[in-house]
């Protein structure tokens, strides 16, 4: 059985069950606390778990990250909300040179098991500061693993495993899809991480979406499915490590492939998937591999600009069509 809810709704439950399951999980960061976070994924935890578990903290990025460190080594389980992953790279000396190192440098000795949550997404006129998609800011940093979830049960399932995960995960939430609903089982669950999962099935092209695209390259493919055409739509949901073999596997298959992205295109994820597949699968592609996201520069604050700059459905049909008709 399960029950239609939206992404936020979902990642309430994630946080709620796993502070009731682990004693040593806890919630902290900027306005989590009192207020419930500022798009209200925590509201009601602190009521429940108590200050000690739930509780707020200044905006202090730095803070944030080396306590976070130091919490996961001392044998804690944090969860550090960053309230816009534009200010990652002010805690990102701890998550790089510090969390992701450890397992290297000590082995079983040691692990460093924390999360850290931020919001991404454009299109609510936030402007340059506050809805970059920085994934590829921490693709290249092994020892890290980055979750982009698209729907209510992989935010939900993804936290909790998380959570669970005895690595340093970087968490990002697309802010414009927490309302989005979807199904979500009633009984406890987790979804693995590392693991690609194909969202739709075709035979025509595969279309590979991470984050708050994946919808929309649904919706793409829906559309592209009124002209005959049937598309795969593969969303990876962990972007690092990367699980490729489905990708690779949907590419020998449909023999097009478009990768789309929120970032920009330059220097992307799309960039990694479009290498990796012309190296294990060059011999498969009917046309070159067609990239969809933002172009190179800053997110515009002017209405008319953002929606310039934010891809939509009618642009990864453009790119299969423009791959297919090769």
Same mark, same amino acid.
């Given at each position: ?206 279309? $590979?979406?991470?984050? =708050?695209?994946?919808? #929309?390259? +649904?919706?793409? &493919? /829906? %559309? @592209?499915? !009124? ?61 070159? $591999?067609?990239?969809? =996201?933002?172009?190179? #520069?800053? +997110?515009?604050? &002017? /209405? %008319? @600009?953002? !929606? ?19």
């Amino acid at each position: 059985m399960s029950t239609e809810q939206t992404v936020r709704e979902s990642l309430n439950q994630a946080l709620h069950e796993e502070l009731d399951r682990d004693e040593s999980v806890f919630l902290y960061g900027e306005d989590v606390g009192d207020y419930g976070g500022l798009y209200k994924i925590s509201e009601g935890l602190k009521d429940k778990f108590g200050e000690q578990r739930v509780f707020d903290t200044p905006l202090a990025e730095t803070s944030l990250g080396g306590t976070a460190v130091g919490a996961a080594l001392a044998g804690a389980r944090p969860v550090v909300e960053i309230m816009y992953a534009d200010f990652l790279p002010i805690a990102s000396d701890h998550l790089i040179n510090y969390a992701a190192k450890m397992y290297f440098n000590y082995g079983d000795e040691t692990s460093v098991p924390l999360v850290v949550r931020a919001m991404y997404g454009t299109g609510d006129g936030h402007g340059l500061h506050h809805g970059q998609s920085p994934e590829a800011w921490f693709m290249n940093i092994p020892g890290l693993k980055i979750v982009m979830p698209s729907t209510s049960r992989d935010y939900k399932g993804l936290l909790k495993s998380a959570i669970r995960d005895d690595d340093p995960v970087i968490f990002l939430e697309n802010k414009m899809k927490y309302d989005s609903r979807g199904p979500v089982p009633d009984d406890e669950y987790t979804v693995p991480l590392c693991e690609s999962d194909i969202k739709r099935t075709g035979s025509d092209a595969t279309i $590979v979406a991470i984050g =708050g695209m994946v919808n #929309t390259a +649904i919706e793409a &493919a /829906e %559309n @592209l499915s !009124e002209k005959g055409l049937e598309c795969e739509v593969v969303d990876p949901r962990t972007v690092s490590p990367l699980d490729m073999d489905p990708i690779l596997e949907s590419v020998k298959k449909t023999n097009v492939l478009v990768v789309a992205q929120e970032a920009p295109t330059f220097g992307g994820f799309g960039s990694e998937v479009a290498s990796q597949v012309i190296d294990d699968a060059f011999f498969y592609l009917d046309a070159p $591999v067609k990239r969809v =996201g933002a172009p190179f #520069t800053p +997110i515009p604050f &002017a /209405e %008319n @600009l953002e !929606e310039m700059y934010v891809q939509t459905a009618s642009d990864i049909e453009d790119a299969v069509l423009d791959a297919i008709n090769t």
